[in-house]
């Protein structure tokens, strides 16, 4: 069996404090960053079929590959500070698969922490560097640091689930902690 990376606790110290308010907002993300920006917008920059990422399977293993994926680049005044990456199952055949297709420009987050259906699971940590393919997409949104921080969620709606992987970016820790 794959070792999991991802770890249940942020390692104390491990980064700034305003960029472990981040990391550890147990709430929506896009509720705080409206709140912290003058403009917030959901920029999507992928969305399809693909194939899982390989560690998405040791969050669930009802995630393995094929997968629908969805990629966004959340945006405060203008600057990039969120990449999102979702994974879910592309034998899913209920609510979830439908209203990831119709989400277009709109925020995930805003569906999952208002729909009462939704039950989240814990959230996990991890570094990233270059050898991460989530570090490699991000990049696409600019230059990077050596490592980003990233954490992921497991959402289920029944029997569906869906991976959320937030990276985030540099320019996080200017916005105002909330």
Known sequence: MTSNPWRARLPRGA???S?????????????RCLRNSGAFRVRLLHFGKGRALADAGLASPCLAQPAWVREVALECDGV?????HTTLAASSRGRMRRWL??????SLGSLLFAYPGFRR?????LRLDARHPLYRRAQSLGAMPR???????????GSEQVLVTEVFLPAIERLSKA
């Open 101 to 106: 297709a119709r989400l277009g420009s709109r």
């Open 19 to 31: 960029l472990t308010s981040w990391l550890t907002e147990p709430t929506s993300l896009t509720a």
């Open 147 to 157: 490592c980003l921080w990233a954490r992921r969620s497991l959402h289920c709606l």
């Open 15 to 17: 980064c700034s404090p």
């Open 121 to 125: 699971g814990g959230i996990e940590f």
């Open 80 to 84: 990039p500070v969120i990449f999102a």
